[in-house]
C-alpha cells in the first residue's frame, strides 16, 4: 500500500531520473506542476484533481523552506517542508511529491520533461517557468482556471482579522 512517505520522494538526480525512466518505459503521460501548497485549502485541491485528469501520473514540484522564503514574506511558509510534502503525498490525484530548494522548478523542469506542464490560469503561459522548454521537447503547457477566492493569502488574512 502507498503511504505518504512513499510518494515523498527526495530529491536527487538519481531518484528523479530512477522514476522518470521507469514511468516512460511503462508509456505513462507525466503532468507535472509545483507550488508551495502552504495552507492547503479547497482551491487546491480543485486544481490537483483537474491536473491529474491531464495525464496518467501526476508529480508535484514543492518549494523547500528556503526557497518560499526566497520569494514570499520571511514568516512564510507556515508549515514546515516535509509536512506539506507529505499532505499533498496524501491527495488521491497525487502520484509523487518532489521538494526543490531552487527559487524555480526549472532544473526539475528539464529533468523530469513532462508532457504536460500546469500552472494556474493566473499566470500567461509566457510567465510559466519551464513552458518553453516543455513546448521545445514535444509537450504541452496547460494553464488550470482556478475557483474565485480560494488562496493562502485570503485565508490568512481572513485570520488576520478575526
Sequence with gaps: ????????????????????????GEGKKIVFTNGVFD?????HVDYLFKARTLGDILIVGVNSDLSVKKF?????????????ALILAALRPVDYVIMFSEETPQKMIEMIKPDI??????????????????????GTVR???LI???STTGIIQKIKDS
Design 117 to 138: 506542464l500546469v500552472k494556474g490560469a493566473d499566470y500567461k503561459e509566457s510567465e510559466i517557468v519551464g513552458a518553453d522548454f516543455v513546448k521545445l521537447h514535444g
Design 143 to 145: 494553464r488550470i482556471d
Design 39 to 43: 495552507i492547503l485549502h479547497y482551491g
Design 72 to 84: 514570499k514574506t520571511s514568516n512564510r511558509p507556515y508549515q514546515g517542508e516535509h509536512d506539506r
Design 1 to 24: 500500500m502507498e503511504t505518504p512517505d512513499n510518494v515523498y520522494l527526495k530529491y536527487t538526480p538519481e531518484s528523479i531520473n530512477d522514476l522518470i525512466k521507469r514511468l516512460r
Design 148 to 150: 474565485e477566492g480560494r
